[in-house]
C-alpha cells in the first residue's frame, strides 16, 4: 500500500510561524488560533502571529489552552502559574505550585472558578479574590488521580481505586470502586466515546485501553494497534463518530468496536503529535513537537504518492478499479484503487515523454503517443506496437472502433486502424497546430480545435468555423455531457456550451468561473468538473450553478495534470501521485467570516479602539482598519464598506486588504460600514457600523456664532454710542471752532482796530493836511492813496485764515512807507525773503507779523530821533521742518527804557495790541499741529548799552499748490 496522508498545508517560517515545537491548539469564539508553544503563548488571525507574554512568567513554554464564558483563554506551566489573555495583554493570575509540586496540571474554568488538578488531588479558587475555596485530596499516598474530565454535573476522574464523581463543590462519589493496575509516574486518560466511557492507561506492560462497564462493575480490554503499544499519547479526542488517538507517531483515527479499536488510517505517520482541533471553516489544526503546525483544510481529500522518480505526465481511466499513469520516462503503470499499490509496471520502447494515454475499451487497448513516437499497447497480451501514425500527439478522440480523431503539432486528421495494430492516415483535415479534439457520437461530427479557430466537420468533412460573434474560439480543451452540450475550454475566454453550432453559455470569470484559464474539463453526467490555473470547480447541469475549490481547500490546481471520475470518487493526477476525493465530501460548507475593526487612525496617529470618534476639523485624515479572522482569511475574504453621510454605495476591497482611507473629510455626521463575504458566495457577514463625527471649525460652531454674534452687538452698540459721541463731538469742536473763530474775528477786528489807532491815524491826517496846507498836493494825494491801499488791503486780509508770505510782506511795505513818511523819511527799513524760492506759495496765518513790526516802531524806534532802522526776513527753518523763521530786528532803545515809558503813561493808556497778539497765538496754536514759536533777544553793543530788540518767530507753513 502507498503512503497516503491528507492534505494538509505546512505552516512554516514562510508564514510567520514563530516556533517549531507547539503543544496544544485552541480557536476561541472571536475565531482566533491560539498556540501553546515551546517560546510561548502565540494568537494567529488568519494574517499574523502575535506574541503574547508577561513579565512575572516563570519560563516561556505554556500549555493546556482553556476559553472561559468571559472570552478570556487561559494557559498554565509547568511552575503552576496560570495565565489569561484580555484586552491585549497576557496577565498573570495566581501560582499554585505549593499544590502542584511542580506538575503539569490539567485544569477547567467554570463559574467564576478555576479548578486544577494533580495526581494528588484537585483545588478551586475563586476568580475574584484569587482565594483557594477548597480542595479535594486523595486520601492514600498511592492512590493517584488521573486526568479530569468535565461534565455537566461535576467531574469524572479515574484513580487506582477506580472511577469516581467529584463535584464542583469537591465532594466525591465513587461509581465503582476496582484497581487499576497502572504504572504510577503515568498520567491515565479517561474519556467519552460513542457514549460509553473508556480510560486508557499506561502500565507497566504498555498502554492498555479499558471499557468502564459500569453495570457490570467491570473494566473490559479493548486492543489497541500494535504500534501503539508503548508509545507517548498525550490526548485521546472524539470528534464527530471518529476517535482520534494522538500520540508520538502519528494520529490514529478509526473507532472501538466491541473490544478493538477499528484503525481507519494514520495521519501525520512517524510524527510527535500533540493535538488536533477543527475550527469553525471545517479546518483540522495540528500541532507537533520539532515539526510546527499543520492544517488540514478538507479531511475527506487524500494524497497518494506514487513513489516514482520521474513526473506523472499522464492519466486515464482503465476500468472502475484500475488508473493507467505514464511518466516523463517513457513507463506507463497500471495502478490498483483496490489495495491502493502500483499493479505493474511497463517500459516503453521509447523512453520520450508521454503526452497522451488514449484507452479504447471494446477493444483494450491504449493508444500512447510521446514526443518522438507513438505506440499501440495491447493489454491483452501486455504488448507494445510501434505506431508514427499519430506520434506527438496534442489530443486524440475515439470515433469508432476502427478510426480515430487525431491532432499533432501541425495538423488534424482521421486515423483508421486494422486488426493487426496498423495504423493509417484515411482523411486530412487540416494543416494547421491543434490543441483539443473531440468526436460527437450523439450528432456524428468532429471538432478541432486548431491555432486560429474552432471547426466543426460533419460526416462529409466539410468544415464550419465556430465563432463567438466575430471573436474567433481558441479552445484548450474540450469534452461532452450526457445532455449534448459540447463544452469547450479555453486559454483566457472561459468555457463555453454548444449545441447543434450555436453558444448556449459561456461563463468567465464574471459569471461563475473563478479563472478563464482552463487545463482539464471532465463530463460527469449532466455536470461538468473544470480544472483551471486557480481552483477546480463542479457544474450543476441542472441547477445550472457552480461550486468551487480552491488552495485553501488542500488543492492547488495548477498542479493538475489530469482528472478521471469513478463511481463517486474523484481523481486528480499530480507530478508526484494523485489526489482522491468522495464528491460529496470534496466541497465544504462555506461559512460567513465576521468582520471587525481592528485599528482606527486620526491624522496618521493610532487611536485606541472605542465606539465612536470625534475628529477635530484640522485632523479630518480617518484610517480604518478591519479584519476577518480565520485560516487564509486575507485570501479569500472580500470587503464590502460605505461610508453614510458621505457616499450611500457600496464599495468592494478584492486585494484582501483590510483598510479604507478618507482624506480631508467635511465637517459631518458620518457612519462607516463593512461586512466580510467570502470570495466565491455573495452573502455577507455580520454588518459592523463605526460612526463617528467631523467637528466644524470652532468659527462654524454654534457657542461661536453666538459668541460672535453677541460680540457683533456689543460692537454694534458701541459703534453707535461712538458715533453719537463722535457726533456730539464733531458738534461741539465745530462750535468750539466757530468760537474760536469768532474770537480771532473779534481780536482781528480790535487788532484792526489797534493798528488804525487814532493816533495812527490822526498822524497820518495831520500828514496829508500838512501837505495839503503846503500845497504840496501830490504828496499829499500819494499819502492819501498809500492810506486808503492799506486799510483796503487790512479789510481784505482780516476775513481771510491764511495769507502768502509775499501778500505779508507787501502789506507790511504799505505799512512801513506810511510810518516813514511819518517819520519824514528818518527810518530806513528792510523786507528780506529772497531766502525763499516762491514766497507766494508759502501760507501763514493773517496778520501775525505785522503787530511784532507795530512793536517795534512804537515802543522801540518812536522813541529815537534819528538813525531809525527795521530789517524783516523770512526762511526756512532748520531746526524745525514745515515752520518758517521770521526775524524782526529793530535799532531802537531796547526793551528796558521802553518799559519804564510805558510805566509813566500806564494810567493813560492800555496795552491792547501786545495782549491781544499773544491771545491771538493761543487761539491759533489750539487749531494747528505745530505751534507758533516767539522768541524775543535785547540787542546790546560792545560797551553793554541796548542796541535795539530782535523778534524771532518760528511759523507752521502751508504750501499752496
Given at each position: 500500500m502507498l503512503a497516503q496522508q491528507p492534505v494538509a498545508i505546512h505552516l512554516d517560517e514562510a508564514d510567520g510561524l514563530p516556533d517549531v515545537e507547539f503543544y496544544d491548539v485552541l480557536e476561541d469564539s472571536k475565531g482566533f488560533i491560539w498556540l501553546a508553544a515551546n517560546k510561548g503563548l502565540y494568537r494567529y488571525d488568519g494574517k499574523t502571529f502575535s506574541y503574547f507574554s508577561n513579565k512575572e512568567q516563570q519560563g516561556r513554554s505554556v500549555f493546556h489552552l482553556v476559553e472561559d464564558d468571559k472570552g478570556r483563554v487561559w494557559c498554565t506551566n509547568i511552575m503552576g502559574q496560570f495565565l489569561y489573555y484580555e484586552d491585549g495583554a497576557l496577565h498573570l493570575f495566581t501560582e499554585l505550585n505549593d499544590f502542584l509540586k511542580s506538575e503539569l496540571a490539567y485544569y477547567y474554568v467554570r463559574d467564576n472558578t478555576l479548578y486544577a488538578s494533580s495526581i494528588n488531588g484537585i483545588v478551586a479558587v475563586d476568580l475574584d479574590t484569587k482565594e483557594q475555596r477548597r480542595d479535594f485530596t486523595i486520601a492514600t499516598s498511592n492512590n493517584q488521580m488521573g486526568a479530569l474530565t468535565m461534565q455537566s454535573d461535576g467531574f469524572q476522574v479515574a484513580s487506582r481505586n477506580g472511577v469516581g464523581r467529584i463535584s464542583f463543590d469537591l465532594e466525591y462519589t465513587p461509581i465503582f470502586d476496582k484497581e487499576l493496575d497502572f504504572a504510577s509516574p503515568y498520567r491515565r486518560l479517561l474519556f467519552s466515546h460513542r457514549n460509553k466511557d473508556y480510560i486508557l492507561l499506561r502500565t507497566l506492560d504498555g498502554n492498555r485501553l479499558l471499557y468502564v462497564d459500569k453495570l457490570a462493575q467491570e473494566y473490559v480490554e479493548v486492543a489497541l494497534p500494535q504500534g501503539l503499544a508503548n508509545r507517548n499519547i498525550p490526548r485521546v479526542k472524539t470528534i464527530g463518530d471518529d476517535l482520534w488517538i494522538i500520540s508520538d507517531i502519528g494520529i490514529y483515527k478509526g473507532q472501538i468496536e466491541g473490544s478493538a479499536f477499528v484503525l481507519n488510517e494514520i495521519l501525520f505517520e512517524g510524527i510527535y503529535t500533540t493535538q488536533i482541533n477543527r475550527d469553525e471553516g471545517g479546518n483540522f489544526w495540528v500541532t507537533t513537537i520539532r515539526d510546527g503546525v499543520y492544517v488540514i483544510p478538507n479531511i475527506y481529500l487524500r494524497q497518494y504518492d506514487l513513489n516514482t522518480d520521474a513526473a506523472i505526465t499522464a492519466m486515464t481511466k482503465y476500468n472502475d478499479s484500475t488508473l493507467l499513469f505514464g511518466t516523463s520516462t517513457g513507463t506507463m503503470m497500471r495502478y490498483s484503487l483496490l489495495n491502493d499499490s502500483i499493479a505493474k509496471t511497463y517500459t516503453l520502447q521509447s523512453g520520450g515523454i508521454i503526452n497522451r494515454i488514449l484507452y479504447h475499451k471494446?477493444?483494450?487497448?491504449?493508444?500512447?503517443?510521446?514526443?518522438?513516437?507513438?505506440?499501440?499497447?495491447?493489454?491483452?497480451?501486455?504488448?507494445?506496437?510501434?505506431?508514427?501514425?499519430?506520434?506527438?500527439?496534442?489530443?486524440?478522440?475515439?470515433?469508432?472502433?476502427?478510426?480515430?480523431?487525431?491532432?499533432?503539432?501541425?495538423?488534424?486528421?482521421?486515423?483508421?486502424?486494422?486488426?493487426?495494430?496498423?495504423?493509417?492516415?484515411?482523411?486530412?483535415?487540416?494543416?494547421?497546430?491543434?490543441?483539443?479534439?473531440?468526436?460527437?457520437?450523439?450528432?456524428?461530427?468532429?471538432?478541432?480545435?486548431?491555432?486560429?479557430?474552432?471547426?466543426?466537420?460533419?460526416?462529409?468533412?466539410?468544415?464550419?468555423?465556430?465563432?463567438?460573434?466575430?471573436?474567433?474560439?481558441?479552445?484548450?480543451?474540450?469534452?461532452?455531457?450526457?445532455?449534448?452540450?459540447?463544452?469547450?475550454?479555453?486559454?483566457?475566454?472561459?468555457?463555453?456550451?454548444?449545441?447543434?453550432?450555436?453558444?448556449?453559455?459561456?461563463?468567465?470569470?464574471?459569471?461563475?468561473?473563478?479563472?478563464?484559464?482552463?487545463t482539464v474539463i471532465k463530463p460527469d453526467g449532466k455536470d461538468l468538473w473544470v480544472v483551471s490555473d486557480k481552483s477546480v470547480q463542479h457544474f450543476d447541469g441542472d441547477l445550472q450553478k457552480w461550486q468551487s475549490l480552491q488552495s485553501r481547500d488542500g488543492l492547488t490546481p495548477y498542479q493538475i495534470v489530469d482528472m478521471e471520475i469513478i463511481g463517486e470518487q474523484l481523481y486528480f493526477a499530480t507530478k508526484r501521485g494523485y489526489l482522491k476525493v468522495d464528491k460529496d465530501k470534496v466541497f465544504k460548507e462555506r461559512f460567513i467570516p465576521?468582520?471587525?475593526?481592528?485599528?482606527?487612525?486620526?491624522?496618521?496617529?493610532?487611536?485606541?479602539?472605542?465606539?465612536?470618534?470625534?475628529?477635530?476639523?484640522?485632523?479630518?485624515?480617518?484610517?480604518?482598519?478591519?479584519?476577518?479572522?480565520?485560516?487564509?482569511?486575507?485570501?479569500?475574504?472580500?470587503?464590502?464598506?460605505?461610508?453614510?453621510?458621505?457616499d450611500d454605495q457600496w464599495q468592494t476591497l478584492t486585494n484582501g486588504l483590510g483598510n479604507v482611507v478618507y482624506n480631508s473629510l467635511p465637517a459631518g455626521d458620518y457612519t462607516f460600514e463593512?461586512?466580510?463575504?467570502?470570495?466565491?458566495?455573495?452573502?455577507?457577514?455580520?454588518?459592523?457600523?463605526?460612526?463617528?463625527?467631523?467637528?466644524?471649525?470652532?468659527?462654524?460652531?454654534?457657542?461661536?456664532?453666538?459668541?460672535?454674534?453677541?460680540?457683533?452687538?456689543?460692537?454694534?452698540?458701541?459703534?453707535?454710542?461712538?458715533?453719537?459721541?463722535?457726533?456730539?463731538?464733531?458738534?461741539?469742536?465745530?462750535?468750539?471752532?466757530?468760537?474760536?473763530?469768532?474770537?480771532?474775528?473779534?481780536?482781528?477786528?480790535?487788532n484792526l482796530r489797534t493798528q488804525m489807532n487814532p493816533h495812527f491815524i490822526f498822524n497820518a491826517l495831520n500828514s496829508i493836511q500838512e501837505y495839503i496846507v503846503l500845497n504840496r498836493k501830490e504828496e499829499a494825494s500819494d499819502y492819501l492813496g498809500k492810506f486808503a491801499d492799506l486799510i483796503r488791503t487790512y479789510l481784505d486780509h482780516s476775513s481771510k485764515g491764511f495769507i502768502s508770505v509775499a501778500e505779508e510782506c507787501q502789506c507790511l511795505d504799505m505799512y512801513l512807507e506810511l510810518e516813514k513818511l511819518r517819520f519824514e523819511e528818518k527810518l530806513a527799513y528792510t523786507i528780506d525773503m529772497s531766502k525763499l524760492s516762491t514766497p507766494e506759495r508759502y501760507e501763514i496765518p493773517t496778520m501775525l507779523v505785522q503787530p511784532y513790526v507795530e512793536n517795534a516802531i512804537k515802543h522801540g524806534l518812536l522813541h529815537k530821533k534819528e538813525d531809525r532802522e527795521l530789517f524783516v526776513s523770512f526762511k526756512r527753518s532748520v531746526d524745525e521742518s514745515g515752520k518758517l523763521t521770521c526775524v524782526i530786528r529793530d535799532n531802537g532803545i531796547g526793551r528796558s527804557k521802553a518799559k519804564e515809558l510805558r510805566a509813566k503813561r500806564a494810567r493813560l493808556h492800555k496795552a491792547f495790541a501786545t495782549r491781544a497778539t499773544k491771545l491771538r497765538l493761543d487761539l491759533i496754536n489750539k487749531n494747528v499741529p505745530q505751534e507758533v514759536g516767539v522768541r524775543i533777544q535785547d540787542l546790546f553793543d560792545e560797551q553793554g548799552q541796548p542796541k535795539g530788540t530782535k523778534v524771532i518767530l518760528t511759523i507752521p507753513y502751508t504750501l499752496h499748490t
Open positions: 471494446e477493444r483494450d487497448l491504449s493508444y500512447i503517443s510521446q514526443w518522438s513516437t507513438a505506440s499501440v499497447f495491447d493489454h491483452a497480451q501486455e504488448i507494445e506496437f510501434k505506431s508514427p501514425a499519430f506520434r506527438v500527439s496534442k489530443d486524440m478522440s475515439i470515433i469508432d472502433n476502427t478510426h480515430i480523431l487525431n491532432g499533432t503539432y501541425k495538423h488534424s486528421a482521421w486515423l483508421s486502424f486494422s486488426d493487426d495494430h496498423v495504423i493509417t492516415e484515411e482523411k486530412t483535415l487540416l494543416y494547421k497546430r491543434v490543441y483539443a479534439t473531440h468526436y460527437d457520437r450523439y450528432n456524428k461530427v468532429s471538432y478541432v480545435g486548431n491555432l486560429d479557430h474552432l471547426r466543426r466537420y460533419d460526416e462529409n468533412f466539410e468544415s464550419k468555423i465556430i465563432r463567438d460573434t466575430l471573436d474567433p474560439i481558441l479552445a484548450a480543451t474540450i469534452q461532452q455531457t450526457t445532455d449534448s452540450i459540447v463544452w469547450v475550454a479555453t486559454y483566457g475566454a472561459g468555457l463555453y456550451g454548444i449545441k447543434a453550432d450555436d453558444i448556449r453559455f459561456h461563463y468567465t470569470a464574471q459569471n461563475g468561473l473563478v479563472s478563464n484559464d482552463i465576521d468582520v471587525y475593526i481592528s485599528g482606527v487612525q486620526i491624522a496618521d496617529v493610532a487611536q485606541p479602539l472605542q465606539l465612536e470618534y470625534t475628529l477635530p476639523y484640522d485632523k479630518n485624515k480617518f484610517s480604518i482598519d478591519f479584519h476577518s479572522n480565520g485560516f487564509q482569511s486575507g485570501a479569500y475574504t472580500i470587503y464590502d464598506y460605505r461610508l453614510k453621510g458621505y463593512v461586512a466580510a463575504k467570502n470570495t466565491l458566495d455573495n452573502p455577507r457577514g455580520n454588518l459592523v457600523r463605526l460612526p463617528f463625527t467631523v467637528a466644524l471649525p470652532f468659527w462654524q460652531q454654534s457657542w461661536f456664532l453666538l459668541l460672535l454674534y453677541l460680540g457683533g452687538l456689543l460692537v454694534s452698540v458701541w459703534l453707535v454710542w461712538r458715533r453719537v459721541r463722535f457726533r456730539e463731538s464733531a458738534k461741539n469742536n465745530q462750535l468750539r471752532e466757530l468760537a474760536i473763530e469768532k474770537q480771532i474775528t473779534d481780536l482781528k477786528l480790535e
